[in-house]
């Protein structure tokens, strides 16, 4: 008995992802104090069809920034009725050369569908081996991102490219690489980094200025 009752909470951990639905559906009560993993149900009597949508991602994202990149996230805080539903997805607008830096999603798996345009895709896998897979991907083709790992996606193309990711979390989160570890606030101090990354200080130092001030305008 004692051994199939270690299986069965050792299943329960593998498949642990976000919090299952107990009824047809919790909408996410944004403005209850109750802190919990998500979000408290709202009173299913006054739930609407307005719980369940969003308009908008036919709308291309301004990607007139120094990435050329724009991700327009459709996650629980855009529609309260994913909460508890572990699904989640992004529009991802690419201006030609624009890139989504490398990233990850510590809560989610990513599913990539390349809608128009041409995009340099990869992921790296954890250490010791950092093995870097990639693919050139073209409109209709799928990729797959495991959940956690640092991954991104370049227009090698001269047009615009637009991607629809599929994230299997209701609030997936994202830490884009560069900003977390030069743009943190406060700062990582430079040693530490300079020992890291095998650089000069001064090279630290101008990094965490052009992320920090990114990062805190």
Same mark, same amino acid.
């Given at each position: 008995?004692?051994?199939? %009752? &270690?299986?069965?909470?050792?299943?329960?951990?593998?498949?642990?992802?976000?919090?299952?639905?107990?009824?047809?559906? !919790?909408?996410?009560?944004?403005?209850?104090?109750?802190?919990?993993?998500?979000?408290? !149900?709202?009173?299913?009597?006054? %739930?609407?069809?307005?719980?369940?949508?969003?308009?908008? &991602?036919?709308?291309?994202?301004?990607?007139?920034?120094?990435?050329?990149?724009?991700?327009?996230?459709?996650? %629980?805080?855009?529609?309260?009725?994913?909460?508890?539903?572990?699904?989640?997805?992004?529009?991802?607008?690419?201006?030609?050369?624009?890139?989504?830096?490398? #990233?990850? #999603?510590?809560?989610?798996?990513?599913?990539?569908?390349?809608?128009?345009?041409?995009?340099?895709?990869?992921?790296?896998?954890?250490?010791?081996?950092?093995?870097?897979?990639?693919?050139?991907?073209?409109?209709?083709?799928?990729?797959?991102?495991?959940?956690?790992?640092? #991954?991104?996606?370049?227009?090698?193309?001269?047009?615009?490219?637009?991607?629809?990711?599929?994230?299997?979390?209701?609030?997936?989160?994202?830490?884009?690489?560069?900003?977390?570890?030069?743009?943190?606030?406060?700062?990582?101090?430079?040693?530490?980094?300079?020992?890291?990354?095998?650089?000069?200080?001064? %090279?630290?130092?101008?990094?965490?200025?052009?992320?920090?001030?990114?990062?805190?305008?």
């Amino acid at each position: 008995m004692l051994i199939v %009752v &270690l299986l069965a909470m050792a299943s329960s951990v593998v498949l642990a992802s976000d919090p299952s639905p107990l009824q047809d559906f !919790c909408i996410a009560d944004k403005a209850s104090p109750v802190l919990v993993n998500g979000f408290v !149900c709202k009173n299913p009597m006054d %739930v609407n069809a307005e719980d369940f949508f969003f308009s908008g &991602l036919n709308k291309p994202g301004n990607t007139d920034n120094r990435l050329g990149s724009n991700v327009t996230a459709v996650n %629980v805080n855009k529609i309260a009725g994913l909460n508890t539903l572990g699904i989640s997805l992004a529009r991802i607008d690419f201006a030609p050369y624009g890139l989504n830096p490398p #990233h990850t #999603h510590p809560r989610a798996t990513e599913v990539l569908t390349v809608i128009e345009g041409t995009l340099l895709v990869g992921f790296v896998t954890s250490n010791p081996k950092n093995r870097l897979i990639f693919k050139v991907l073209n409109a209709g083709d799928v990729f797959v991102f495991p959940e956690g790992l640092i #991954h991104f996606q370049f227009n090698r193309g001269h047009k615009n490219a637009v991607a629809i990711a599929g994230l299997s979390s209701q609030n997936p989160g994202v830490i884009t690489v560069a900003n977390a570890v030069f743009g943190s606030n406060p700062k990582i101090d430079d040693g530490i980094l300079a020992k890291a990354f095998q650089v000069d200080k001064k %090279v630290i130092d101008y990094l965490q200025s052009q992320f920090w001030m990114d990062n805190n305008n």
